[in-house]
Structure formats: structure tokens, C-alpha cells
């Protein structure tokens, strides 16, 4: 069945630094691969949607990459902020059509 | 306008009970989901509904059924409570299946 792994222990980083979150699948091969942020007692918000013919996508201060090879895609927060802390969810379509998410990763910003 | 809502945002009942949540989506979306997270925070897809194909997560009891009276509305009907089902859940919506979701706000469910 489709696996979908982050890393489930927090990442702690002082501010300005560049947090780098990473996301490994296994079993599928998905056209897309999304990022969604996490707030305590608050739903998913979208942030970013990569497409598999894609290498790299931006949106301000937030990069994510896809590498269909590896099976795995990166996400990096530059120049991070304590208001980045947040936990961070990939998600991707799955072989039974199903948006299915990774566990997470906290992410701390620390002042 | 709230994008996607759902109600009650707070559910507390007891053990044996049967309950329903709503999901009420404005954006016009085809797809609608709705998932259970629990409290190590995986947030677990349970249904997926488009265009009247309902797609079922097999690990999903059958005491759970997903209502959707037209395509802006996908409820959660919970026969027989059991203390395993207290989670939150959510709704969501998406233009189709695989692309960008908007989530609702959650139900946090409380069996006793």
C-alpha cells in the first residue's frame, strides 16, 4: 500500500535560518505532490502543489522540491520566523484516487 | 464566507450513541472528503465523494456513512458510538480528486 513518511520528530531552528522538511513515498508514482501547514485545533491549509514534470517550485519564501527518482520531495522555509512554526503535512493522490497525507513534522522557530 | 463549515465544532456524547456531523462547502468544488485525525495528529482519509462515486478507506467501519444530499453537502452519519472514535474531524473540498484542498474548521468528537 501507499506509504507516505516525514519525519515525526520535531525540528527545532533559530530564526532566519532555512528549515528543510522532508517527505518519502513509496509504492506510487503521483502526478502531484501538495504541502499543507498545521496550526493547533485548526485545519490544513494548502501552501504549495508540485507537479511530477516539475523539479522545483517557489512561492515567496517557501521552496519545494519533487524528485520522482528518489521518490521523495523537499521543503524549505528561507529566512524562517517564529510564525513559521506550525506542523507541516504532504500530501498526495493516491492509487485508490484518495488524498492521502504524511504524519508531519512539527516545526519550532525559536527567537 | 466561510469557504468550507462544518457543525457542531465541539461534539460531546455518550458510548452507543448515533451522531451526525455537517459539511457545507461554497466554493463550488466536485469533491468532498472527509478525514479523522487522532490524537498522535495522523490525519487519516476516510471518504472521498465526487460527482456521486463514493470512495471508501477499507480500514473505515461500517458504522460510518457519508450523506451527501447534493454537491455542496457531504455529512457524517456515526451509528453506534464507541470511545475509539473520539477524534477531531474534518471536512474538505477540492476542485477534484488529488488537487489542493480547503479544509473546514474540525468537529472534535468526545465519546464517553
Known amino acids: 500500500s501507499q506509504k507516505i513518511e516525514q519525519n515525526s520528530e520535531a525540528l527545532n531552528i533559530q530564526e532566519g535560518k532555512t528549515a528543510t522538511l522532508t517527505c518519502n513515498y513509496t509504492?506510487?508514482?503521483?502526478?502531484?505532490l501538495q504541502w499543507y501547514r498545521q496550526d493547533p485545533g485548526r485545519g490544513p491549509v494548502f501552501l504549495l502543489l508540485?507537479?511530477?514534470?516539475?523539479k522545483e517550485k517557489r512561492k515567496e519564501r517557501l521552496k519545494v522540491t519533487f524528485d520522482t527518482t528518489l521518490k521523495q520531495s523537499l521543503f524549505h522555509i528561507t529566512a524562517s520566523q517564529p510564525a513559521d512554526s506550525a506542523t507541516y503535512l504532504c500530501?498526495?493522490?493516491?492509487?485508490?484516487?484518495?488524498?492521502?497525507f504524511g504524519g508531519g513534522t512539527r516545526l519550532m522557530v525559536k527567537p | 464566507d466561510t469557504a468550507v463549515s462544518q457543525t457542531p465544532k465541539y461534539l460531546v456524547t455518550q458510548m452507543g450513541n448515533d451522531k451526525s456531523i455537517k459539511c457545507e462547502q461554497n466554493?463550488?468544488?466536485?469533491?468532498m472528503y472527509w478525514y479523522k485525525q487522532d490524537s498522535k495528529k495522523f490525519l487519516k482519509i476516510m471518504f472521498s465523494?465526487?460527482?456521486?462515486?463514493?470512495?471508501i478507506n477499507e480500514t473505515v467501519p461500517n458504522r460510518f456513512s457519508p450523506k451527501s444530499p447534493d454537491k455542496a453537502h457531504l455529512n457524517l452519519h456515526i451509528n453506534s458510538l464507541e470511545l475509539g472514535d473520539s477524534a477531531v474531524y474534518f471536512c474538505?473540498?477540492?476542485?477534484?480528486?488529488?488537487?489542493?484542498?480547503?479544509f473546514g474548521q474540525g468537529t472534535r468528537l468526545t465519546v464517553v
Open positions: 474538505a473540498s477540492s476542485q477534484d480528486q488529488g488537487r489542493e484542498a480547503f
Open positions: 508540485i507537479r511530477e514534470n516539475e
Open positions: 466554493l463550488g468544488h466536485d469533491t
Open positions: 465523494y465526487n460527482n456521486k462515486e463514493l470512495i
Open positions: 509504492n506510487y508514482s503521483p502526478a502531484y
Open positions: 500530501a498526495l493522490r493516491d492509487a485508490g484516487n484518495m488524498l492521502t
